[in-house]
T-cell receptor, first 114, second 116 residues
Framework: DAKTTQPTSMDCAEGRAANLPCNHS???????VYWYRQIHSQGPQYIIHGLKNNETNEMASLIITEDRKSSTLILPHATLRDTAVYYC???????????????FGKGTLLTVNP | NAGVTQTPKFRVLKTGQSMTLLCAQD?????MYWYRQDPGMGLRLIHYSVGEGTTAKGEVPDGYNVSRLKKQNFLLGLESAAPSQTSVYFCASRNSSGTGKKDIQYFGAGTRLSVL
């Protein structure tokens, strides 16, 4: 499974863009990058995913470098409610190849300050 | 639309007691998962199911059993609880995309279990 490396914590001012980096230098050609977040005491929530191209949805944008070895999640106008742990995940197959699994690391704690 | 519902939300057990955690989803999803999360850690996969009547082991299956008798329900059992099983348990479900390109899992709110 491709490992991911994220900073332990980051701060961002309310209203500013939050840029969360993720390194996945061992990613293989057909593996997707997924981002989830977990607000304190809640279950994780899907944000966005991508393979090669940049992606945008109503929550965030995902920028993947051309060599696919790293990516950045962008929250364009962070609010206090965006304070959460953000997980960068490379999706891999479970043993036997019959299913895919998501491996959650420790993620980045993003704190949005007023 | 409730999504993924876990019961109970909290539970305290004594060592050796048994219990069952229930996960129910109303999205007609094929896949269901049980994870545990320990303080300061990410989620670890315990067991999963790819459809009604099927179960498979995940990363940390020891001490747990599961059943998927109905498509909408996925039960996690602890036959003889141990203090090491004190954790927050999350259930998730996802649809079968067919192409294997999407893996959007929808999570429940969690069950906080303490084993004394």
């Amino acid at each position: 499974d491709a490992k991911t490396t994220q900073p332990t914590s980051m701060d961002c001012a309310e209203g500013r863009a939050a840029n969360l980096p993720c390194n996945h230098s061992t990613i293989s050609g057909n593996e997707y990058v997924y981002w989830y977040r977990q607000i304190h005491s809640q279950g994780p929530q899907y944000i966005i995913h991508g393979l090669k191209n940049n992606e945008t949805n109503e929550m965030a944008s995902l920028i993947i470098t051309e060599d696919r070895k790293s990516s950045t999640l962008i929250l364009p106008h962070a609010t206090l409610r965006d304070t959460a742990v953000y997980y960068c995940i490379v999706r891999a197959r479970t043993s036997g190849g019959s299913n895919y699994k998501l491996t959650f690391g420790k993620g980045t704690l993003l704190t949005v300050n007023p | 639309n409730a999504g993924v519902t876990q019961t109970p939300k909290f539970r305290v057990l004594k060592t050796g007691q048994s219990m069952t955690l229930l996960c129910a989803q109303d999205m007609n999803h094929e896949y269901m998962y049980w994870y545990r999360q320990d303080p300061g850690m990410g989620l670890r996969l315990i067991h999963y199911s790819v459809g009604e009547g099927t179960t498979a082991k995940g990363e940390v299956p020891d001490g747990y059993n599961v059943s998927r008798l109905k498509k909408q329900n996925f039960l996690l059992g602890l036959e003889s609880a141990a203090p090491s099983q004190t954790s927050v348990y999350f259930c998730a479900s996802r649809n079968s995309s067919g192409t294997g390109k999407k893996d959007i899992q929808y999570f429940g709110a969690g069950t906080r279990l303490s084993v004394l």
